[in-house]
């Protein structure tokens, strides 16, 4: 980390999806980052009533909370308004609603106050969950990102220098979590429901496909990923036990279906690990909070000596302390802040991330 002439102090809105958030973080040169305040306030009750989110409702309560949190954010630190060196928000990717909520609110905050703003690539802000934890990677490494809207493998040459290597060709892993816990009458999000009735589940019951994408000259794409012949098959799966049996057998597909994307995630990461010889892997996202997964994970890379470091999982879902992270991430390597006409770009990579930064907004 390099030396900063002077403390930083950030304050940070996320509002991509469906959780509201705003966090204040802190560098010091001599203490390192300090979290002063990280607030949620989180819309999944009322998505869940839907099965799923609902864009219309996220931007609406995104517009109700965000006054309150940045209050509460700034009372939570004990600073003021005056204290905040520089405002960020999430303005890519996302749903275009909610993230002109933040991104609109973050840039009002700036220019009423007089502070720089800078605009932060969701993803970047997922990779810098990481830099949260006392141990923190030092790049080149392999970045695997699993959440609800993506599943990538990127190569993290040094932050700000991004080489997507594999890629989900349809759902992404959470959303295929989601999508099987409907399936199986569980509530939204479906991650974490499926993590809890998965533990009095058998993971070997039943022999589910890993997904794989052909490639049009013959062969696979070794490193990308496919989940939609899985949700396929649980629904055949399903269907075929609801009307064959007396006891449907929940537990046992849940942890069958989480076994076999954990299975997919970890090879495919420790395949792209050796081809690409690197020695540290990095898993973030809200995937990533699976506890199955962070334990296979961990068990492989011991085999096969790759340095695992896992985003906490207080860290992994949606928060504005990881914005937060990816902002002082930027002011470290002194990028000019974001034009304050900067707007918002639902479908943004991260190796696009770059651009977001100088006079000339890409969009
Ligand atoms: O990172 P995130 O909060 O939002 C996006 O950027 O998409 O990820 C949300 C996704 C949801 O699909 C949710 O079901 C999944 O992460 N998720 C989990 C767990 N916790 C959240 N999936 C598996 N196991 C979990 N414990
Ligand atoms: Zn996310």
Same mark, same amino acid.
């Given at each position: 980390?390099?030396?900063?002439?002077?403390?930083?102090?950030?304050?940070?809105?996320?509002?991509?999806?469906?959780?509201?958030?705003?966090?204040?973080?802190?560098?010091?040169?001599?203490?390192?980052?300090?979290?002063?305040?990280?607030?949620?306030?989180?819309?999944?009750?009322?998505? !869940?009533?839907?099965? +799923?989110?609902?864009?219309?409702?996220?931007?609406?309560?995104?517009?109700?909370?965000?006054?309150?949190?940045?209050?509460? !954010?700034?009372?939570?630190?004990? *600073?003021?308004?005056?204290?905040?060196?520089?405002?960020?928000?999430?303005?890519?990717?996302?749903?275009?609603?909610?993230?002109?909520?933040?991104?609109?609110? +973050?840039?009002?905050?700036?220019?009423?106050?007089?502070?720089?703003?800078?605009?932060?690539?969701? *993803?970047?802000?997922?990779?810098?969950?990481?830099?949260?934890?006392?141990?923190?990677?030092?790049?080149?490494?392999?970045?695997?990102?699993?959440?609800?809207?993506?599943?990538?493998?990127?190569?993290?040459?040094?932050?700000?220098?991004?080489?997507?290597?594999?890629?989900?060709?349809?759902?992404?892993?959470?959303?295929?979590?989601?999508?099987?816990?409907?399936?199986?009458?569980?509530?939204?999000?479906?991650?974490?429901?499926?993590?809890?009735?998965?533990?009095?589940?058998?993971?070997?019951?039943?022999?589910?496909?890993?997904?794989?994408?052909?490639?049009?000259?013959? +062969?696979?794409?070794?490193?990308?990923?496919?989940?939609?012949?899985?949700?396929?098959?649980?629904?055949?799966?399903?269907?075929?036990?609801?009307?064959?049996?007396?006891?449907?057998?929940?537990?046992?597909?849940?942890?069958?279906?989480?076994?076999?994307? !954990?299975?997919?995630?970890?090879?495919?990461?420790?395949?792209?690990?050796?081809?690409?010889?690197?020695?540290?892997?990095?898993?973030?996202?809200?995937?990533?909070?699976?506890?199955?997964?962070?334990?296979?994970?961990?068990?492989?890379?011991?085999?096969?000596?790759?340095?695992?470091?896992?985003?906490?999982?207080?860290?992994?879902?949606?928060?504005?302390?990881?914005?937060?992270? !990816?902002?002082?991430?930027?002011?470290?390597?002194?990028?000019?802040?974001?034009?304050?006409?900067?707007?918002?770009?639902?479908?943004?990579?991260?190796?696009?991330?770059?651009?977001?930064? +100088?006079?000339?907004?890409?969009?």
């Amino acid at each position: 980390m390099r030396y900063l002439p002077k403390n930083q102090t950030v304050l940070a809105l996320e509002t991509s999806c469906d959780e509201s958030a705003v966090a204040v973080l802190t560098i010091e040169p001599l203490n390192g980052m300090q979290l002063m305040a990280n607030c949620i306030a989180s819309q999944v009750d009322e998505h !869940a009533k839907w099965g +799923g989110v609902v864009p219309e409702i996220a931007s609406r309560r995104h517009l109700e909370s965000l006054p309150f949190l940045v209050e509460k !954010a700034l009372f939570d630190s004990g *600073l003021s308004i005056g204290d905040i060196d520089t405002i960020a928000a999430t303005v890519a990717p996302g749903l275009a609603g909610s993230l002109l909520i933040g991104s609109l609110t +973050g840039r009002t905050l700036a220019a009423l106050h007089d502070l720089p703003f800078l605009g932060i690539h969701h *993803l970047e802000g997922h990779l810098a969950s990481v830099t949260l934890s006392a141990n923190s990677p030092k790049p080149p490494f392999l970045l695997l990102l699993v959440s609800g809207g993506h599943t990538e493998l990127i190569e993290v040459v040094d932050f700000g220098k991004y080489k997507r290597i594999g890629r989900s060709h349809d759902d992404a892993a959470g959303e295929a979590f989601d999508k099987v816990a409907r399936l199986l009458g569980l509530p939204y999000p479906g991650g974490p429901s499926i993590e809890k009735i998965s533990r009095d589940g058998d993971p070997k019951r039943f022999k589910l496909p890993k997904g794989r994408v052909s490639r049009p000259e013959g +062969g696979f794409y070794p490193y990308d990923f496919s989940f939609s012949g899985l949700k396929t098959a649980m629904l055949r799966l399903t269907q075929s036990l609801e009307k064959s049996s007396d006891f449907f057998p929940k537990e046992d597909l849940a942890a069958s279906f989480e076994q076999v994307v !954990a299975e997919v995630l970890v090879e495919r990461s420790l395949k792209c690990a050796e081809d690409l010889k690197m020695e540290t892997l990095v898993m973030v996202g809200g995937v990533a909070a699976n506890k199955r997964l962070r334990k296979m994970m961990s068990q492989r890379c011991l085999e096969k000596g790759v340095n695992l470091h896992l985003a906490s999982k207080d860290f992994c879902t949606d928060n504005a302390a990881m914005i937060a992270a !990816a902002a002082l991430i930027r002011i470290q390597s002194e990028v000019e802040p974001s034009s304050m006409k900067l707007g918002v770009a639902p479908r943004w990579r991260l190796e696009q991330a770059n651009l977001l930064y +100088g006079p000339n907004p890409p969009f």
